[in-house]
């Protein structure tokens, strides 16, 4: 295959202070910033935004475990009402939603499928603008004193009866809502309308396949939630409406529309990190992904799969015993396409040349955690044991399993593999293998012991609980602990390499992907001559090549032999 | 620029399945309540005037008519006619809209409002017109001979309507009816008619707002000549949109007013 030449300057690139003209240095000034059209800039906006939020998320959950530390808690129960809603609310909505999409999906779609930018650059500032708007929202919310109906908003507690700012989260919610809606709507037409020449469906990374399904089900299930938020908080001010049933109107259907929005919204969450992981597991290990096309299906099956399972949640929620039975049925069905992924992706490690870099300790993290998070959901989904379970923290430890373990994991792989490329600086190495660490201990100190709470009885939502519960629950909150702690190492270490880190070459890993044939970070038009892609999806080169663009060559790793039929050059 | 175009509509589909999605709540909401509470339904339903609606609807679809033509000139690159033909939309949307406001000024005179002082049973409906002559009168603001003011209404609890006190109104599950609502009865669920009436043609005219100020960005736009044989897609657009709340009214007309008249 052909490696496109990437030092810039040798490019011709024009300098900019002695370096290479980038899009980091193409343009300075809060204005160039703020009025960029550069899906890159625009990720970097994300970026730190939310990256702002998840901080913030994550003090509210410190809050909520300090609180659990003493069986009679240290809040009273009103203002833990509104700390665990915080803590929901901003995860959920402002973080986790956005996080793989908005940032690594926004910096790399395009320049994985040879694309100079997405369809609509103007409307995908507006997203981030129309992010910023609807957090702002939140946040007062949260500010002004509060939500304390839990992330999930439900009726006629919501509508008729809480005494707190409903009405401005529902509003931040509704707007955050549709900015994930540009956002998806631009993934969309990009995958469809502007894949280089070559860059055919199935040559696509998984990344690209996974931010492509995702996309169908912002698509899809968020304006259900637009319309829920809405209908919810008009009957709040108008008190008449369709969920209170002092109204006639029946809080079923207000869980029945919420979860056709919040079920998919999981996937929302985790089909982008599993589109991370898929490039974290196949570039660590220099080998093509084990059945790439059903790893790429499994996606869009999960996406369709996804929509059918809403009425799980709402098994104890007078729902019919038979409806019971056959989302409990679906729901194991989506089963399958995430196991599809999880053995293709064991399978890809079978014979690899493996680094255990960080990417890789993430990517090899999430494996595990998700494996846990997700066979924990077939308990969840199965009608007999989830009547025992429903609403207790076996729960919350099977949705921490695969938001944190899951889609959190991905995230930051993903941020470790592309900081080099989207920064220009390396992170150090040691002490990412050391926060992963850190944080892997952390979390399953923080979440196993809620399994056991949960098997006990403990409900969620709770301030106090009996005293026999408390072992656990301290222990929990020192996993907590310990997972803030791993997290602000990495936080530190990334700001820190921002000055300081080593310099990254245009391909650190030995990684396949059009990603990895520009310059570390990118020209402001991704690449200097559209690329043409004669390569299938993960085809390394050998290691001699590759140390052409920067790869440090580690001669113990060697190489999958090219397949004969599919490298047409080099 | 052919990829743009391509782009552009692939974008305004996706767009409007999620427009779909998002009124899809809405008739969720409707088709539940409507099999639980037809008689209430009905009830309400006949207070609309199917006057108004008829000739809304025959407003809408001549302005998707004249949408239409303005995506046919702006292909044949005629700059003036787009602008012709775009200002008439805009004025069937207006047409509309005026339409819409009358209408719900008579449901807040009626005392239907939802969220007001809302009196059921109606005693009389005082302004609908009932030939061409009054509503054509009546558009222009000049109530009809005979007009009647408030008529006498009865508060919201005293009509209890026993028969809804044996139909649960809950989904999937038997067994008694909270106290308040067998107290509220009828008059309880014509009320709900009545707020998804007024939340669904809102959310619809809302639209139609946001329609309307496209189209006159748009018809200055041709004023100046920014478009041409080649460069239109941003009318082709609009169109599609526009068609898309036509389509909208097209169920709301009957879901809403036709509940149980007959020919
Ligand atoms: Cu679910």
Do not use: C
Not at chain 1, 82 to 109: C, D, E, Q, S, W
Not at chain 1, 129 to 151: H, P, Q, R, S
Not at chain 1, 250 to 263: E, I, T
Not at chain 1, 360 to 372: D, P, S, T
Request: charged share 10%.
């Amino acid at each position: 295959m052909s490696l496109i030449a990437v030092d810039p300057i040798e490019m011709g690139a024009p300098q900019v202070d002695g370096e290479p003209l980038s899009y980091l240095n193409d343009g300075h000034g809060l204005r160039s910033w703020l009025l960029t059209k550069d899906h890159k800039r625009i990720a970097i906006l994300y970026l730190i935004t939310v990256s702002t939020f998840f901080v913030i998320g994550g003090i509210f959950a410190l809050l909520v475990r300090i609180n659990l530390l003493s069986p009679n808690g240290v809040f009273d129960a009103d203002t833990y009402n509104r700390l665990f809603t915080a803590h929901g609310i901003v995860m959920v909505f402002f973080f986790l939603v956005p996080a793989v999409p908005a940032i690594l999906g926004n910096f790399l779609l395009p320049i994985m499928i040879g694309a100079k930018d997405l369809a609509f650059p103007k409307i995908n500032l507006l997203s981030w603008y129309m992010y910023m708007l609807g957090a702002t929202f939140g946040l007062i919310a949260i500010i002004a004193g509060g939500v304390d109906t839990g992330w999930t908003f439900y009726t006629p507690y919501s509508t008729s009866y809480s005494n707190s700012n409903v009405l401005l989260a529902g509003i931040g919610i509704f707007i955050v809502g549709f900015s994930s809606i540009l956002t998806g709507l631009n993934f969309i037409v990009t995958t469809h309308t502007m894949r280089a020449p070559g860059m055919t469906w199935f040559r696509l990374p998984l990344f690209v396949w996974g931010q492509y399904a995702t996309a169908l089900v912002i698509m899809l299930a968020t304006p259900v939630l637009a319309i829920t938020v809405s209908l919810m908080a008009l009957e709040r001010i108008a008190h008449v409406g369709i969920f209170d049933p002092a109204m006639g109107g029946d809080p079923v259907l207000f869980q029945h529309m919420f979860w056709f929005y919040s079920h998919p919204a999981v996937y929302i969450m985790v089909l982008p990190a599993m589109g991370v992981v898929s490039e974290l597991i196949a570039n660590m290990s220099r080998k093509n992904v084990f059945g790439y096309k059903f790893v790429a299906m499994s996606s869009l099956a999960i996406a369709v799969f996804g929509f059918l399972v809403w009425g799980h949640h709402l098994f104890v929620s007078t729902q019919s015993v038979y409806l019971g039975l056959i989302f409990s049925f679906l729901s194991y069905a989506v089963a399958i396409p995430s196991a599809i992924k999880v053995f293709n992706w064991t399978a890809t490690l079978y014979k690899g040349s493996i680094s255990y870099d960080t990417p890789m300790l993430y990517g090899l993290g999430f494996i595990g955690l998700f494996l846990i998070g997700g066979m924990t959901g077939l308990y969840v989904a199965a009608l007999g044991i989830d009547v025992h379970v429903t609403d207790t923290y076996f729960v919350i430890a099977h949705f921490h399993y695969v938001m944190v373990g899951g889609s959190l994991m991905g995230f930051l792989g993903g941020m470790h593999l592309w900081w080099g490329k989207m920064t220009g600086r390396q992170y150090p190495e040691y002490w990412a293998r050391a926060a992963m660490v850190i944080q892997f201990v952390g979390f399953n100190l923080t979440f196993f012991p809620q399994f056991i709470l949960g098997y006990l009885g403990m409900p969620r939502r709770y301030a106090a609980y009996p005293p026999e519960f408390q072992v656990l629950h301290v222990l929990s909150t020192a996993g907590a602990s310990i997972l803030g702690i791993g997290m602000l190492i990495t936080i530190v270490y990334f700001i820190w390499s921002l000055k300081n880190g080593k310099r990254a070459p245009a391909n650190p890993w030995g990684a396949s992907g059009l990603e990895w044939r520009t310059s570390s970070p990118p020209p402001t038009e991704n690449f200097y001559e559209t690329p043409i892609v004669t390569w299938e999806a993960y085809e390394f080169a050998p290691i001699e090549s590759m140390q052409v663009l920067g790869y440090p060559g580690d001669s113990s790793r060697s190489t999958q032999p090219v397949p004969k039929e599919h490298g047409t050059e080099d | 620029m052919e990829q743009q175009r391509e782009a552009g509509t692939l974008g305004m589909w996706w767009f409007l399945l999620t427009e779909i999605m998002f009124f899809g709540g809405m008739f969720l909401a409707y088709t539940i309540y409507r099999h639980l509470y037809f008689d209430a339904f009905a009830a309400g339903s006949n207070v609309l005037s199917i006057w108004w609606g008829a000739f809304n609807t025959a407003v809408l679809i001549a302005s998707s008519l004249t949408m239409a033509l303005a995506v046919y000139h702006a292909q044949m690159g005629n700059s003036k006619k787009i602008v012709f033909f775009l200002l008439f939309t805009v004025v069937l949307g207006l047409v509309f809209l005026r339409v819409k406001y009358i209408e719900y000024s008579d449901k807040f005179e009626e005392h239907v409002f939802p969220a007001g002082d809302f009196r059921w049973p109606l005693a009389e409906h005082p302004t609908a017109p009932s030939n061409v002559g009054q509503l054509l009168t009546m558009f222009i603001g000049i109530p009809p001979a005979g007009h009647t003011a408030e008529a006498p209404q009865q508060a919201l609890p005293a009509n209890i309507d026993t028969k809804y006190s044996d139909k649960s109104p809950y989904l999937g599950i038997s067994g008694a009816i909270p106290e308040e609502v067998s107290k509220m009865g009828m008059a309880g669920h014509v009320r709900m008619y009545f707020w998804l009436y007024f939340v669904m043609t809102g959310f619809h005219a809302l639209h139609m707002i946001i329609g309307i100020g496209i189209l006159l960005v748009l018809a200055f736009q041709a004023w100046k000549g920014k478009f041409s044989k080649e460069y239109h897609s941003y009318i082709e657009l609009t169109g599609l949109y526009w068609h898309f709340v036509d389509i909208v009214w097209i169920f709301l007309f009957p879901l809403l007013y036709l509940v149980d008249r007959h020919l």
